[in-house]
């Protein structure tokens, strides 16, 4: 077995270009499968969650790439979020392990609520959904409880480098697959043919004039490569452990906002006595979270990320039904016959109903491809 896992990474390394364009391209087919034909939505989901765990594995391995890569390590500036991640990756097992298994529940939990909706009752399709909210929520506890700090989603090291500019070299081997064949070296060209070609002289007609340099234009270029406070800090330290009782309970609310909502919402899916309830445990939260400095660049970013996500409530329980399904039907209804609209039209009226018949399709919809979900 870990033979013919090696030769898997091995395939990897080589074809690694490929392999990430094939990804895309995947990812990309199953916006358009819902509506085309029986469980459709159930192909597409199934196919992205496929995908979601082979990146989420092919990221782990080519990090071990490019840790073992020294002359690749210099041009990947690491993100704020890696280096923090990453760190308590590498120092506390139990953290890695619990993050893996978050993220993995994060990806599969619309394909089991969509097995759960074709082979069970409706009650034990909501007791399903319950218990890996309850899940979710003591993994996030225990997270919590080992970093001692505000949770950052996700909590795992995401890919912030190009797979396709990793340097195809003798070293860039995988790490489980001993080398089978001896270093190939290139004969250097030989003295008297490096000079054999002599360079026109440049036509000064024909030679473009040299770019303005303007002050604006140099600060642009050199900010972005200016270090920071949080450039120089340990990885570890990129975000302050938790501090007040008042930053333990507005964390611990925050985690259990999703519990709460899947309780109620499984009692009275048209009530809005569940929309309310979180909504104000997400207000309450995030008036009790603490304001981290300026210099906290990572922990500003994840505030500013749940505060963005407060907008995907017009997605949820009643607000839903009684405002933002109307207004989207309408729009989408007056745009149908549009040129090139049209077309966005009619792919977004094949979600909509997947929006009333899944949970965690609201939130899966638009954030799961492409942002972080709940």
Known sequence: MSKTLAKYESFLIENVSTISSLESSLRSITWFLPGRFKDAELASESLSTLLNLMSMYHDTLLAKIVQNETQYKPLIPSSLHTRFTKAWSNKNARYKWT??????????????EMSLRRNVSAKSKWRGIILLEFIKAVLRIFLLRVTRRPLIHPPIPERD????ALPVSSTASSPTLAPSSPTLTL???????KNNHVPLLPDGLLTPPPPLQSETFVEDYLLPKALTISSVKPSLSLVRPLSSVTDWVSEFIYILRPLVYAILISLDRRSSKPVVTALAMEL???NLRRTPPTSASLERAEN????RDMFWYFLRGSIWDTFSKPKLETVLNG?????LIGLFSTLAKEWVPLIDE?????C???LARCLKPM
Not at 187 to 193: I, Y
Not at 335 to 339: E, F, H, I, K, V
Request: charged content about 20%; aromatic content about 16%.
């Open 284 to 286: 309450v939260a995030r």
């Open 358 to 362: 899944y949970y965690y399709c609201a």
């Open 304 to 307: 500013a990320q749940r505060d």
């Open 99 to 112: 993050a893996r298994a978050l993220e993995i529940i994060k990806y599969t939990q619309l394909v089991l």
């Open 335 to 339: 745009t149908a016959r549009l040129p």
């Open 364 to 366: 899966f919809v638009f």
């Open 161 to 164: 480098f190009d797979p396709a």
């Open 187 to 193: 004969v250097d060209t030989p003295q008297h043919l």
